[in-house]
C-alpha cells in the first residue's frame, strides 16, 4: 500500500486544500480531500476509489477527476486537479514523490 500527501496553496482565492491518496497492491486509489473550499467541498463526496494507470494515462480531457472539475469547479486555473492526479500517479506507484511548482512572476 502507498500514500501520498498534496498540499496545494491555490493562490489569489487563499484557499489550501490537502490531499491524500492511498493506493492497494492492485493500484487502485482512495483519494480525500481536506479543504476550506466549498467548491472542492461539494467535488469531494464524489471521489471515487479510481484505478491509477487507468486515470494516469488518459488524456487530460478524458479523466474522472478533471470531468468532476468541470462539473463543481467555477475556474479553470485552479491547480487542485493537477494535484489529485499528481497524488494518484504517485499513490499508484507509477511516479516518484517530487515537488511541482508554479511560480507567477
Avoid at 500500500?1 to 490537502?18: D, H, L, P, Q
Avoid at 464524489?46 to 472539475?69: D, F, M, R, W
Avoid at 462539473?71 to 516518484?96: F, T
Wanted: include cysteine; aromatic fraction near 2%; glycine fraction near 6%.
Amino acid at each position: 500500500m502507498s500514500e501520498c500527501k498534496v498540499t496545494v496553496n491555490a493562490g489569489a482565492c487563499k484557499r489550501t486544500t490537502v490531499i491524500t491518496a492511498v493506493g492497494d497492491d492492485m493500484g487502485v486509489v482512495t483519494v480525500t480531500l481536506d479543504t476550506d473550499c466549498e467548491y472542492l467541498q461539494e467535488l469531494a463526496p464524489h471521489l471515487e476509489p479510481i484505478t491509477s494507470y487507468l486515470e494516469v494515462e488518459a488524456p487530460i480531457g478524458t479523466t474522472t477527476i478533471y470531468k468532476l472539475a468541470t462539473d463543481h469547479l467555477p475556474h479553470a486555473a485552479c491547480p487542485v486537479p493537477c494535484g489529485v492526479m499528481k497524488a494518484i500517479e504517485v499513490a499508484g506507484d507509477m511516479g516518484l514523490k517530487k515537488d511541482v511548482s508554479i511560480n507567477i512572476e
